[in-house]
């Protein structure tokens, strides 16, 4: 459980980066437009596990042997992008017009699935572990809506000190898991 509240943790930090640089570009963010920006995260972020589930378990007996290395694989390199962007990233931008931000809903949609495709690449790694995805992807998006809508208010109230660390942390944790998953089956 409680590696899947890490998990989950770990890869809410995305939607809850994009849900702060928001809250720091739109002052008049309302609780309504926190709750729809919150819960389209939540919900890309609870679909997309199952659905890289669904993908691994097509392939999943041609690759039981590498398994643990796969999933390590992916971990990483998610969490390595993570940690790699709160490196890089730069103040945000808060040229924002609400036609570019979460208020609008054709691009809050793009932004749930941009901050959900690594929610896939765990889920098809559960998927090759064989482990089962309904209880992690529920957490996921639990967590994910919850964060989301705490970063609206936060990027409202505090702005952008604390995004970068957010970012770097769930990097941090994603890498974490996948260590975890590795040692466990080299040393089984």
């Known amino acids: 459980m ?21 809250g720091i570009c739109i002052p008049e963010m309302k609780v309504r437009y926190a709750l729809r920006a919150a819960l389209a995260f939540g919900l890309f972020q609870f679909f997309m596990p199952i659905v ?9 007996e041609h690759i039981e042997h590498i398994d643990h290395w796969i999933a390590f694989g992916l971990l990483a390199f998610v969490g390595g992008k993570m940690i790699f962007e709160a490196l890089r990233i730069e103040a945000p931008d808060c040229a924002l017009d609400k036609s570019k931000g ?12 941009a901050t959900s495709i690594d929610a896939l690449a765990v889920g098809l790694s559960l998927s090759v572990l064989g482990r089962p995805i309904l209880g992690p992807a529920l957490l996921i998006g639990v967590v994910t809506f919850l964060v989301s809508f705490m970063g ?7 702005g952008a000190r604390f995004e970068r660390w957010a970012e770097l942390a769930g990097g941090v944790v994603l890498i974490g898991i996948g260590v975890k998953i590795l040692l466990e089956h080299v040393f089984a």
């Open 102 to 113: 979460i208020l609008h809903l054709g691009t809050l949609l793009v932004l749930a699935v």
């Open 2 to 22: 409680l590696t899947s509240l890490l998990m989950a943790l770990g890869l809410s930090m995305d939607a809850f980066a994009v849900s702060v640089s928001n």
């Open 152 to 158: 609206c208010e936060f990027g409202r109230r505090i």
């Open 52 to 60: 890289g589930w669904a993908l691994g378990g097509a392939f999943r």
